[in-house]
């Protein structure tokens, strides 16, 4: 039976599947041995691919590794490996033919002129006689050529019973004519078999011609090869049975090089002929054959056999009967002729060739595995599935032909083909064959002469092939030759005794990878499995599931096939199946199976809801989630693909959304987005996005549900989605992208008016208050309203007043639309409150009162609806600020998928920048001090940049700052930015957009002060974008179905203004906007951006899932780099890093008294202007230093050279084209999982986090993750002041901590291993929140090491003490100082309940908690003048050695005892200094060595060595050539210069 064909399973086999169905008891011993609900245990035993001894080693030196963060794949956010896929890049699968082609019609020419021998031939005596396996002499030739003929067309019906037959008999020129014109007539356009027999005639010319017969049979007519490739056309397959036929091949192989040199040239065809052109599968190759294909007989000079032991046409016996030439061939060389076998008995052997159970249907079965076998081993993989796999006859004759080359060639004769195919007579497999034929002959004489009855034995030859091909599987590898039995395992699969074992390593064979699964399908194994599905047996199920997964993971196109047969219906009773030998993982499987059914494909997602895979769903989900909630993790895998099923079930189908919304799908994915699993909040995200539908008009409405309904209940699924926006997983916040996106192209209308009326608000702040806009404008001067505009009457474009007035003026315009709602905008990271995650489906973003409570839309009593409170509350306004908020994502990939989430709107994000004197100092002056100083030290632009000043002048501030208690606060009403995706304040007219590549800068604010470039919005299809015209004529409508296309926001307005707002408002000429400047950009067909968890999840099954070599290729993945985790880590090396961290723990805390600083400073050039932050590596020579623009440099300080380069923001330069300078103020820096490779945790001042890979290894630096860890400030209220974000961390406990951004005075614990902030903890004055005694904000952070600690230092000098198991009110408090605070050290030295203090004047204070009271003043137990000209810029403290550092800015360098006690000091003009150390405003010590680091103004970083002045006279002098170094021990493969590993 050919491979190529759909196979069937005989009528015995189905009842006996039936009856092993209905009772498993009766399983054989294997089958129950091989049980599918033990399937990774049996494999992993059979099919073990390492010694067992080496897995145990391995899982012990893994159990050794400790708790690692960020580690897994989907770490890997780069952003610019959009394309790159896992170890199987490149692999493209062509195993599906473009065309599958049949041979329906097939013409017989026999020229055998019974009687009389052509003149070039002499036969011998005796010679072979048989035609048809019919002697011709036995009959009267007549009647013995109509024989003859017949035979041969049953010979072929036996293989293509379906196909039309003609025949002629000795025939003219013109009956071969009319034959070949007819065939191809019938054939239409598929293939047609052209069989021409000349043993009657002469040997065919040089010229490329036949020879057939006159009329009168008294003439040899010619024939040309050339007219009859044009009477049959292509495709077409001919057989030459005759000699000499390998000059035939030769000259058709001549004539069409011929024809395509005239194809070229133009000419037209030799004698008219177009059939040889005919058809749609007349593709013409470079040999200009098309799709032709040639078997001959014999090479150019030879002749046919004529030895008396095979027939006269043992070429067509090979190709039609092989069975019985093989085995007449085999006997008459055997020494079995001896014992009485003869060809007689030969041709008695019981069965039927289709029957697999009888002796004949048993050998032609092995005979079909061994040709496909040895073809399959030696064609090349096209050539293969051209003439193996294409047509089942073409398919049938090649496999024949392979015999034929084998019987001929031991005649002296080499049959030859078109296409060529190499030498296969050798080839082992036939002694596989000859021992088949042999068993089986053997039997046949007491089959067939025995009076009992004796049972036919099958051969063992499967048994040995499968047991070969185990055998394979434990030592091969995609690197080695691929397992010759492949095709012999797809026959297997026809059998029920070896079904389930060939099932099982398929199974394994799969799972090593992509290019095993393109094998197998290549091989054939698509029909065969897909005809599985029919069955019932259930030890079958598990197996078949887990390779229908392997199949769909490479190739979703079989979607279609399995839809064709009905095969979703396997897999939903499958995964809706109570049998409790079904795993988790293989329903997860099942699952995603079905959404690969269901992906794209509206067909199979109707198919699959008819058969009911929505309530199967929503079930298991309920009960996946119920387990889960109880602490049962092996549901995971099966939550997530329950969602994602759901998603692309529903997805673009009205129909389907609608059940779903009926079944209140919503509610209950809503608790999953507060899951702990950052994939199973994705795959939430995923499926409420996909409820959405983004096109009434090709949808259609949805069925049983009103068109109000289903746009209520999608603002449902909006108002549940927004906490995401700042989810701390960017798999998660990327999926939201993507659900925005299908939000913003459903609900376009009053998403654009939002866009509208943002523009507009943020027109009013850039051009400057209008008239009517103060304090004293009536409820008529919002901004919406129209009439002639006018700039302020003094003050300029940038004065305050007119802001304040503008800010005013929208404070009403706030009030007036939201009822008396105001709207903060500041929207803050989702909590985790609870285990269940109970959610309303209310708009969860908070609305304000004038009061600053807090309330529910719905709280007021003024809406009609849930629904209208939504719109009414400012729904599109906050996805607008998250759809923005996505798009400035520290994330790139989440930044990308920002941007094309608004470029579905049309809108994209307009950079623009501070224009060159607007903030000078008059202006400055004029803004209260307290406010001054917020702008210079975080950000006050309200558009969506990041204004944050340097760690440098976020400390060293003097005693006289305007931070200072005593200093004027501003009027809580006068302050209300309008942007929305920013930690910033807007400055009236301060802002413009830029047209040149370098955009100005902000003369009175650090150079470093931009992390983000500003962004306004602009709509990217304004037809008139350059001439912009007023902003007073670009009213949209409201709620209408269509929208008024707005023009450019910047316009160049009427009155004495005019030519500043048109200078200043001018757009930015660059490429990360998402769209051309230069013109219109149609954004009609602008598609969806994709779901990146679905995409991320498919890839996981491509991997191997069956141990042990899911974890062995795991490891080689990461270490080669095909996937995004990190490294697996050495258990040796990590071993003795753990060893060395507890020696040097013990030998820092055992410093005695007397520590000094060693005279021998290092210095390293950083070639960076300053340097902002540093890190020491744990175990080897590097320290990592952060300039004040953010640039990323690690260097080896034992060999003072840099080792890497990189900006921390992950842009490729520290310059993007059209924005200027890419800058970022770097303010804490961590290293996670030190004793393993180690990641970089960097946080800048606008509360974005950043973990980086690799980062000590030259431009081989990924970004593993990054989010924000404080919220950005939107539409902000008065009664925030956004601020530098600060940071702390506990790694043991793996919660990081951070304060600032638009909510100053909340601290946001996040879970790292989850990735979300699981609690928010806000610090108020005191513990009855006296207002009068509000730090203003959380100026430092820490927390204890041990213990669940966190202190947080305010602005006013305000410290507070919380335990972080209690509620959330401070267990203490104590107020040390009364202005900021220049740092704070919590446990100096491992000391705990100690706390250290220290003001930019010089001041420390020395805390014990113990002592604390109720006025929070006799804590203090000790105050120290450190520097007594004030100054201080930087302080530090040792985690395990009694050492505290203090530095100044002038250049003085001390270090102290926990009890205040100087223990040695450094001036810049000490002599032993090899080069003069600048400023310092940065110091960090070494965790586990006794070094201190320090940096400053300059690019120099001065590395100190401190020793116990009572052993300093026995450490031995450091060695060094130039400038001195510390003595260091430090891992010996760091030893070498500019090394990283």
Known sequence: MSTSETPTLANDDMDEERRRSGSLASTTALSHQLSLSALPDELARRLDLVDQVKVSELVEGLQLVPAGFFTEVRHDIQGDDEDKSTQSQGIVSKWRQKERLKTTAVALVLCLNIGVDPPDVIKISPCARLECWVDPLSMQPPKALDTIGKNLQAQYERWQPRAKYKMHLDPTMDDVKKLAVSSRRAAKNERVLFHYNGHGV?????????????????????????????????????????????????????????????SENGGPPRNGGSGYAGGPHNGTPQDGLGDCILLAACGANELLPQSPHVPADVFTACLTTPIKVALRWFCSRSLMRQEGLTKELIDRIPGKQTDRKTPLGELNWIFTAITDTIAWNMLPRSLFQRLFRQDLLVASLFRNFLLAERIMRASACCPISYPRLPPTHHHPMWQAWDMAAEMCLLQLPDMLESEVEVEFQPSPFFNEQLTAFELWLEHGSDEKKPPEQLPIVLQVLLSQVHRLRALVLLGRFLDMGRWAVDLALSVGIFPYVLKLLQTTAPDLRQTLVFIWTKILALDKTCQVDLVKDSGQQYFIHYLDSNDSTSSTDSRAQAAFVLAVICDGHPRGQSLAAGAGLLGVCLTHLRHSMASL????????????????CLGKLCQDMPEVTAMALRERVPEQLAGLLTASHPELRAAAVFTLGALVQVSDNESGPLSGVSEQDRLAAERAIACQLL????????????????????????????????????????????????????????????????????????????????????????????????????????????????????????????????????????????????????????????????????????????ARLGKAALRVADVELAPVSVAAGQLSSANSASVPSRVHSMVSNSSFLGLPSSLSMSRASSQALPPNTSTHPSQPQPSASKWRSLAWRTSSRSLASSVSIS?????????????????????????????????????????????????????????????????????????????????????????ADTPLPPSPVYKDSCEHFSWPLLEPQASLWRAEATHQGWLGGCVPPDPAKMASRMREKEQSTQRCAQLGSGARLKDNVHTIDSEAGSTVALLLHPFRPLVTSVDG????????????????????????AAERKGEGKVVASVTFLHQLNEVQDGLLLAGTADGALRVWRNYAHKAEQRLATAWQAVPVAQAHSSQYYPQ????????????????????????????????????????????????????????????????????????????QLYD?????????SVQPHRTPMLGMVLEPGGLSNQLVTGTSWGELKFIDFRMVDSTGQTGVWKTVEAHSKGAMSSMAAHPYSPLLATATATQVLKLWSPRGEQQGVIRATAPFLAQ?????NCLEFHPYRLLLASGGGDPIIALYPIVSASAEHTAAPAASTGSPGPVLTTDTESSRPNSAS
């Open 1476 to 1480: 003069r150390v600048g400023p310092v």
């Open 723 to 894: 906490p995401v926006t700042y989810d701390g997983s960017p798999l998660v916040r990327a999926e939201l992208a993507a659900a925005l996106a299908r939000l913003a192209t459903g609900h376009v209308v009053l998403f654009k008016d939002a866009v509208h009326e943002q523009q507009r608000n943020a027109a009013q702040i850039l051009r400057g208050a209008s008239p009517g806009s103060g304090p004293e404008a009536g409820p008529g001067s919002a901004p919406g309203n129209t009439g002639p505009r006018s700039a302020p009457s003094g003050g300029g474009p940038s004065s305050v007043p007119a802001m304040e007035r503008a800010s005013s003026s929208l404070d009403e315009a706030s009030k007036s639309e939201g009822n008396g709602h105001v709207d903060t905008g500041v929207s803050s990271p989702g909590v985790q409150t609870s285990a269940t995650g109970t959610f309303s489906p209310l708009l969860s973003v908070s609305i304000a009162a004038a009061d600053g409570s807090i309330h529910s839309p719905l709280d007021a009593g003024s809406y009609a609806s849930a629904d209208a409170a939504r719109v009414g509350g400012g729904l599109y306004k906050h996805l607008l600020q998250a759809a923005c908020t996505l798009a400035t994502d520290p994330a790139p990939k989440v």
């Open 1284 to 1359: 530098q974000a600060v940071f702390a961390l506990n790694e043991a406990s793996g919660r990081l901590y951070a304060a600032g951004g638009a909510a100053p005075s909340t601290v946001h614990t996040w879970d790292m291993s989850q990735e979300c902030c699981t609690q928010q903890t806000h610090v108020s004055g005191s513990d009855d929140d006296d207002t009068s005694r509000d730090g203003g904000g959380v100026q430092h952070l820490a927390v204890a090491r041990q213990e669940p600690l966190m202190l947080a230092g305010c602005f006013n000098g305000l410290v």
């Open 995 to 1083: 047209s040149s590549p370098s955009s100005p800068s902000l003369p009175n604010l650090p150079p470093d002060a931009l992390t983000r470039k500003p962004f306004v919005l602009r709509m990217v299809n304004d037809e008139n974008m350059g001439r912009a015209p007023s902003i007073d004529t670009a009213q949209p409508s409201h709620r209408t179905p269509s929208i008024t296309r707005m023009h450019s926001l910047y316009s160049s307005s009427s009155g004495p203004n005019a030519a500043a707002n048109s200078s200043q408002l001018q757009p930015h000429d660059e490429d990360s906007a998402g769209s051309s400047l230069h013109g219109p950009t149609q954004t």
């Open 1189 to 1212: 623009g953010g640039t990323v440099r690690v260097h080896n300080y034992r060999h003072s050279t840099v080792i890497n380069r990189f900006h921390v923001t992950g842009e490729a």
């Open 202 to 262: 002469p040997r065919p010319t040089v010229n490329g011609e036949i020879w057939v017969f006159n009329k009168s049979y008294t003439q040899y007519i010619p024939m040309s090869i050339y007219d009859l490739q044009a009477w049959l056309g292509s495709p077409c397959i001919f057989v030459f049975d005759c000699s000499a036929a390998g000059l035939i091949v030769n000259s058709f192989k001549a004539f069409a090089e011929q024809k395509t040199q005239e």
């Open 1364 to 1372: 972080l198991r209690q509620s959330q009110k401070a267990a203490a």
């Open 629 to 644: 909630t109880g602490g049962a993790s092996g549901a995971l895998l099966l939550i997530k693909w329950l969602c994602l």
